[in-house]
């Protein structure tokens, strides 16, 4: 069946301007995740949905992130006033519920000029 | 909180060889680990995953881990290494409950000697 999605792949983008990253889960799966992986930090974890519901939203960087989910299914992670520290490879995992396996989407990799 | 360290940033192996993929994990409960595996600009792979049904694990492509308890291990096997196994392998925790998300080591870099 169909796995994680994630789009855009790339996205290049100017200092100061927003981006919208978007994640669609794998059908059924209720519990979603956001991660950045960048060459400094590795792998962390920003953000969980079960459901539409993100019940702590304190892994995230700052508060020009921000992250929502809609319908159970399809998120979106928006960075307002894009710096170029935020340049990283944005990754989402869904799984069927909180404690099961999470499968990854590919990324999309960001790149802050 | 839980943690995870990878003791070796690079493991180099000659094609053919056994494959050792170290990791130590801290929790302060059963853990949930896995090991999932990254390709060259391709997403995270899972590998193998142990959630105290039995302490030793098999995964794909070969791979297996085995859960000790006592030294708070769970390193990666291989018993001969393919020069498609060159790729990058962390060793993950899960947060109880799931909802604190995974708690990711830094990796390990395996390199396959033709």
């Known amino acids: 069946g169909a796995g994680v999605s994630q789009s855009p792949s790339n996205k290049v983008t100017e200092k100061g301007k927003d981006v919208e990253l978007r994640c669609d889960p794998i059908?059924?799966?209720?519990?979603l995740y956001w991660y950045r992986q960048s060459l400094g930090q590795g792998l962390e974890f920003l953000i969980y949905?079960?459901?539409?519901?993100?019940?702590?939203k304190s892994g995230l960087p700052s508060d020009r992130f921000s992250a929502e989910r809609t319908g159970g299914s399809v998120s979106t992670l928006t960075i307002q006033r894009t710096q170029q520290e935020d340049s990283a490879v944005y990754l989402c995992?869904?799984?069927?519920?909180?404690?099961?396996?999470?499968?990854f989407g590919p990324g999309t990799r960001l790149l802050v000029l | 909180a839980q943690s995870v360290t990878q003791l070796d940033s690079h493991v180099s192996v000659s094609e053919g060889t056994p494959v050792l993929l170290r990791c130590n994990y801290s929790?302060?409960?059963?853990?949930?680990l896995f090991w999932y595996v990254q390709h060259p600009n391709k997403g995270l792979q899972l590998l193998l995953k142990?959630?105290?049904?039995?302490?030793l694990v098999k995964g794909i492509n070969g791979f297996e881990a085995e859960f000790k308890k006592s030294e708070t291990s769970f390193h990666l096997t291989k018993p001969s290494a393919h020069m498609s196994d060159a790729a990058e392998y962390f060793c993950?925790?899960?947060?109880?409950?799931?909802?604190?998300?995974?708690?990711f080591g830094k990796g390990t870099h395996l390199i396959i000697q033709p």
């Open positions: 995992a869904s799984s069927t519920r909180r404690d099961e396996t999470q499968y």
């Open positions: 059908s059924g799966h209720t519990a």
């Open positions: 949905f079960q459901g539409n519901s993100a019940p702590d």
């Open positions: 929790s302060s409960y059963s853990p949930s």
């Open positions: 142990y959630t105290s049904a039995a302490t």
């Open positions: 993950v925790v899960m947060g109880w409950g799931g909802a604190d998300g995974l708690t």
